[in-house]
């Protein structure tokens, strides 16, 4: 009897540790980096930072500037999609149902620095990424001001000013239902078109997914400045959310 009783608790013991396994295994997220527009010098660095943070946050991250990646089989593999300073329209139609059927199925996206001056044209994406550039000043420091510390990507400041030098976009067409994140005070540098409410960090629910995005990141200095890293690690969390198994279902866009 005893012998029954400890084979049992072996066989539960193996099932519990394949389930923990199985629980635990690493969110896979899809750097997406095409231009179709102007092209930053800063994307190559970004990508490797990107990398370094999934191998010290336990995220596998593969990159890609080919468009042909975004089928609904393969965008199934990944928790979040990342379009790191993209420019111009570089999906086509069928290629942008993909997406929106990724989204809609409960996936997350993460829009950094030109994604907003991407997909004019689509008005759903502008809707997901919250906002579409229309022109920036010269690259200076300027106030950035926490709105919202309870946030995974605004949590560790301490302060509720953060002097941060970058490009400063403004921007048209800023979706109502963003939440906030970080504005920044046009009165603290030359050049900001938007006046008082001048988001630029910011998250929200978007037709069933979840999306982030964060204006900085123009110069390569920014990817190895800890708060902006610690800033974009945040939202890669905040997008990836508790991997819950993509629901197709859910997804009303047709081919």
């Not at 519990?16 to 527009?37: E, P, W």
């Not at 979040?80 to 409960?106: H, P, W």
Request: proline share 2%.
């Amino acid at each position: 009897m005893k012998k029954i009783l400890a084979l049992c608790f072996i066989i539960i013991s193996i099932i519990l540790l394949q389930s923990s396994a199985a629980q635990k295994k690493q969110a896979r997220i899809l750097v997406f980096s095409k231009t179709k527009g102007f092209r930053h010098n800063s994307i190559e660095t970004g990508k490797l930072a990107i990398q370094q943070l999934g191998i010290k946050n336990n995220f596998d991250v593969d990159t890609t500037e080919n468009a042909d990646v975004f089928t609904e089989d393969n965008l199934k593999k990944y928790a979040s999609v990342v379009f790191l300073s993209t420019t111009g329209d570089v999906l086509n139609d069928k290629q942008q149902i993909a997406f929106e059927r990724y989204i809609q199925a409960g996936g997350g996206f993460v829009g950094i620095h030109a994604a907003t001056d991407t997909e004019y044209d689509w008005p759903w994406y502008g809707k997901l990424v919250g906002a579409y550039f229309i022109s920036h000043p010269e690259v200076q420091e300027a106030r950035f001001v926490i709105k919202d510390k309870n946030h995974p990507s605004t949590k560790f400041f301490t302060d509720s000013v953060w002097m941060h030098k970058d490009e400063l976009y403004n921007f048209k067409n800023i979706n109502p239902d963003l939440k906030v994140l970080i504005s920044i005070d046009e009165n603290s540098y030359k050049g900001g078109k938007n006046g008082a409410f001048h988001p630029f960090s910011w998250y929200h629910n978007s037709d069933g997914g979840r999306a982030f995005y964060t204006s900085m990141g123009h110069t390569k200095e920014c990817w190895t400045e800890e708060k902006f890293l610690n800033h974009l690690l945040g939202g890669i969390k905040y997008a990836i959310g508790n991997q819950k198994r993509l629901n197709y279902k859910k997804a009303v866009s047709k081919f």
